[in-house]
Each structure stands twice: as structure tokens, then as C-alpha cells.
């Protein structure tokens, strides 16, 4: 199983920026999708993550701006930024819990990290 994240950049503070990540390979299931970043110097954190029920998580940091969705015939999990901020400038890591054929249960698939940097 791979993943290709896309769509980040430089933006402006106020800006907004939209970022894909799409899974591909011998996938059987998908399960939970989701964003983390990780900043200069600090280890990586959960920005949000959504189920295959659609219900999300985000953290206490960018509720309200940011937006995570999913489209399952495309195995894709999207993450629309809004109301950016400098301190939202990071490495942003897609991560995708799947069911490889063969496999029996749930392993954890990491895109590459798509860099997202925010200008004051």
C-alpha cells in the first residue's frame, strides 16, 4: 500500500490551501484517514482524522479552519486549510489504516509529507 500526498506550498497568513493524500495497491479496507504535522524541532502530531463512518477529530488548534473529508471509491483523504497561520507551517504526513490482501488485520501506511509553509 502506498500513499501520495499532494497540495502543499506557500501561502500567505489568511490563506487557505487544500492537501490530498490518495492510497493505492492491493487494498482491501480502508479504516481510519487522517492528517498530522510535524513542526520544526517537535515531534509529529494529529491534526485530524476521520473514520469510515465520517466522524472526525481535529485538534483544539485548528478547529474552525480546518476540514478533513474522504471520498472511498477514490481512497482519497483531503485536508482543506483556511485561515492560515505562520504557526500552521509544517511537514504535513497523510496516514491511511488499511487491510492489505493477504493480511489480516489493520497496519499503519504513511505518505511522504507534502510541506506547508505559512508567510506572515
Known amino acids: 500500500v502506498q500513499l501520495q500526498a499532494s497540495g502543499g506550498g506557500l501561502v500567505q497568513a489568511g490563506g487557505s490551501l487544500r492537501l490530498s493524500c490518495a492510497a493505492s495497491?492491493?487494498?482491501?479496507?480502508?479504516?481510519?484517514m487522517g492528517w498530522y504535522r510535524q513542526l520544526p524541532g517537535k515531534q509529529r502530531e494529529l491534526v485530524a482524522n476521520?473514520?469510515?463512518?465520517?466522524?472526525?477529530r481535529y485538534a483544539d488548534s485548528v478547529k474552525g479552519r480546518f476540514t478533513i473529508s474522504r471520498d472511498n471509491a477514490k481512497n482519497t483523504v483531503y485536508l482543506q486549510m483556511g485561515s492560515l497561520k505562520p504557526e500552521d507551517t509544517a511537514v504535513y504526513y497523510c496516514?491511511?489504516?488499511?487491510?492489505?490482501?493477504?493480511?489480516?488485520?489493520?497496519?499503519?501506511?504513511w505518505g511522504q509529507g507534502t510541506l506547508v509553509t505559512v508567510s506572515s
Open positions: 476521520i473514520n469510515k463512518d465520517d466522524s472526525t
Open positions: 495497491g492491493p487494498i482491501f479496507s480502508i479504516g481510519t
Open positions: 496516514s491511511v489504516e488499511a487491510v492489505a490482501f493477504g493480511g489480516t488485520w489493520f497496519d499503519d501506511y
